[in-house]
């Protein structure tokens, strides 16, 4: 439950609701220490600072568009067919979209965008 609070802390940084935000990742943190987690406790404060800066960084509406296809189950090479563009462009905005929210997989991208309702 306190992973997933820091996963809805970024999602609504994305969203540019620095209190909930913040109040998301003390709730978590409040609960990682309560059940002795120190390593997780330890990382809200270390190398997934970058990954919460770079999700504060909003997707352009093209990767709106890509994440909305990706989130259908498409592949790179149907999105590329559906937006006219070709796989390797498609190949482009997936990863900026894992890198702009901090996910490595399309399954998380998607969890997080339904999340965050960029859906």
Known sequence: ???????????RRVLGDEEGARFELEAARAALEGLGARADVKALDGPDRGREAAADRLLTGRELQ??????????NRSVGVELGLSERTVD????????????????????????????
Not at 66 to 75: F, I
């Open 1 to 11: 439950m306190a992973r997933t609070g820091v996963l809805i802390a970024r999602a």
């Open 66 to 75: 890509v994440l909305r296809l990706v989130a259908r189950g498409l592949t």
């Open 92 to 119: 482009r905005h997936v990863s900026n979209i894992f890198a702009k929210l901090g996910v490595s997989s399309r399954a998380a991208a998607t969890a997080l965008a339904y999340e965050s309702d960029l859906l």
